[in-house]
């Protein structure tokens, strides 16, 4: 089955190369994206600072963060970081 399987990925990458660059484009999205974005986000909220947070909170709230995270969420289904609610509220009660 396996054989099957790869002989057919083959076939298709070899009928159409853009595909193929696609697939690994969108894999490495996933590979680099998302932990650097969860590792930036820890970082933010280990700091004393509020300006980082301000700054992080600017970037997710953004058109273009949202375009990118929507591309990533329906092509390969990579659920990007969002800042949920209940952060805010902490924040507000540390304030």
Not at 31 to 46: R, T
Request: proline residues 3%.
């Amino acid at each position: 089955m396996q054989e099957i399987a790869t002989q057919f990925i083959m076939w298709v990458l070899s009928k159409s190369p853009l595909f193929g660059s696609a697939i690994v484009m969108l894999g490495t999205f996933r590979l680099i994206f998302k932990p650097i974005m969860s590792a930036l986000m820890q970082i933010v909220d280990v700091t004393e600072t509020k300006t980082d947070n301000e700054m992080l909170q600017k970037i997710l709230d953004s058109k273009w963060y949202k375009v990118l995270s929507w591309v990533l969420d329906y092509a390969v289904s990579l659920k990007t970081p969002q800042m949920s609610k209940s952060d805010d509220k902490k924040e507000d009660k540390a304030a």
